[in-house]
């Protein structure tokens, strides 16, 4: 089963469409409808987390120095971050392809 | 063993839902169908039924509260009729999406405008791709032993599918007849508990009702289609075993004095019972006339109806619901679509009869064979026509 994309055969597909296991979402990719990524400048990071707790998606994780970072198979390029940042410390940078 | 009781059609299709030992209940009261529910709020609040019966405010509620509770694995039913069943429409798709076996009597009455609260089959023709399994009651045994098999079948690991049992608004809910009335111990020898595949379960937890993208929402109908198509011998199995128990004999599409038959009238619902009276006296006069009568709705059952079409000259198709513009009733544009699908071509006449709780008579059946007779005699197109209405 394609679990990345959810592309299954109709014969696959759980009674009703019923998702037998809690938390499969987070197999879903969803970094592929973006068209800009965001771009932390960690030299103007505070590590306030505005971007961790904004975030639609769950997209930011705490590293161990403190700094988040963003996974970008979840990112949907929604912008909200860059937005947020206090410190204008995220770029909205176009995806080359 | 059960028992003979002269009762209301409605008063037993609440018993014998008692009977069935359903968990849930949720109805809203409407015209024609109400002997229906109340009957069953009394067996809950008199403690002969152990059910949970939930009085909620409208009918999309209705089928909301037994799409919840079916899918934490209960047995449910509710019970509608037209404005509500229209209400309640946008459930009734989810319903059977989610492969939830939920049992619904609609007690058959037109829909609005003008508002009538009477007898004709503009709720079922509605209803028919909403991907519900359905089946029609010519009279008040039928109606109990419809609902019976209803949960057989709904119920089967095989369909999970929602089941939708007819009868015709007054002209059945509302008449007293002598009806059989299956005792427990016979009810629970021919329906097993219902054991859910998949249910709702804090230990477990499921998504019921996710997203469906784009890339899996074809898939998703696909599989609906499937199941809806596996049904139907599931259905022909769960009539022939209600047979066995109940000596009471059903199958999709039933014949009355169809042999030699060069014209065949096409009824569904109570009406048939007028029509075999009509066929009595057309045969009795020597004129070569059969009845045909559509016991499953859904799923169509295309094949077996051709079996059957397919040796009469013509057939007149009684349609009780409009389709605005197809220039036929809903009925006649599948019974013309079947006989395409499988090469064969009777003169085929529509009539539109009955709506709006109008009667259809002897006199009518006899009418609209003779015009399909003189039709096919003279090679007239063919076409429909909205039986008695005043020019």
Not at chain 1, 57 to 63: E, G, H, K, L, Q
Not at chain 2, 360 to 384: I, N, R
Request: contains cysteine; glycine residues 6%.
């Amino acid at each position: 089963m394609a679990k990345e994309t959810g592309v299954v055969s109709w014969k696959e597909l759980a009674l009703g469409c019923t998702l037998t296991e809690p938390g499969t979402a987070a197999q879903l990719k969803t970094g592929d409808w973006r068209s800009k990524r965001p771009v932390t400048n960690y030299e103007l990071c505070n590590k306030c987390g505005q971007c961790y707790i904004f975030c639609p998606d769950m997209v930011y994780s705490r590293t161990a120095e403190g700094y988040y970072e963003a996974n970008y198979y979840y990112c949907k390029g929604c912008g909200i971050c860059a937005r947020e940042c206090p410190k204008d410390a995220i770029q909205m940078v176009e995806e080359e392809n | 063993m059960g028992k003979r009781v002269g009762m209301e059609v409605s008063i037993a299709a609440a018993e014998v839902v008692g009977l069935c030992d359903v968990d849930v209940i949720a109805a809203y009261p409407i015209t024609p169908q109400t002997h229906i529910v109340e009957h069953l709020s009394e067996l809950v609040a008199e403690g002969h039924l152990d059910a949970e019966f939930v009085p909620v405010e409208s009918e999309h509620s209705a089928m909301s509260t037994c799409v919840g509770a079916a899918a934490a694995g209960a047995r449910t039913f509710t019970s509608t009729s037209s404005q509500g069943y229209a209400l309640m429409a946008e459930i009734c798709y989810i319903a059977s999406s989610l492969r939830l076996p939920i049992v619904m009597a609609v007690a058959n009455r037109a829909l609005s405008a003008p508002i009538n609260i009477w007898n004709d089959h503009s709720d079922m023709m509605m209803a028919r791709d909403t991907g519900w399994i359905q089946t029609v009651a010519e009279n008040g045994q039928e109606v109990v032993d419809l609902l019976l098999h209803a949960y057989r079948v709904a119920e089967d690991p095989r369909v999970l599918l929602p089941v939708m049992v007819n009868l015709d608004g007054f002209t059945l809910t509302h008449m007293i007849e002598p009806i059989w009335l299956p005792d427990k111990e016979e009810v629970e020898r021919y329906l097993p508990p219902y054991k859910p595949q998949l249910r709702l379960d804090p230990r477990n937890p499921m998504t019921f009702g996710p997203v469906g993208m784009p890339e899996v929402y074809t898939e998703a109908k696909k599989a609906q289609d499937e199941a809806m198509n596996g049904a139907l011998p599931v259905i022909v199995e769960a009539w022939k075993e209600f047979e066995k128990h109940f000596g009471r004999a059903y199958q999709p599409v039933e014949t009355y004095k169809t042999d030699g038959a060069e014209i065949l009238l096409l009824t569904v619902g109570s009406v048939s019972e007028t029509a075999m009276t009509a066929v009595d006296k057309m045969r009795s006069e020597g004129k070569q006339v059969g009845l045909v009568r559509l016991r499953l709705w859904r799923p169509f059952p295309a094949k077996e109806l051709v079996d059957v079409l397919k040796q009469a000259k013509a057939v007149a198709v009684v349609d009780r619901a409009m389709a605005f513009s197809t220039r036929s009733g809903p009925l006649c544009v599948e019974v013309k679509a079947a006989l395409y699908d499988h090469g064969v071509s009777p003169y085929v006449q529509n009539f539109i009869a009955g709506l709006g709780g109008r009667d259809v008579t002897v006199e009518d059946f006899e009418k609209m064979a003779a015009k399909t007779s003189e039709g096919l005699a003279k090679g007239l197109p063919m076409g429909y026509e909205i039986v008695n209405v005043r020019e």
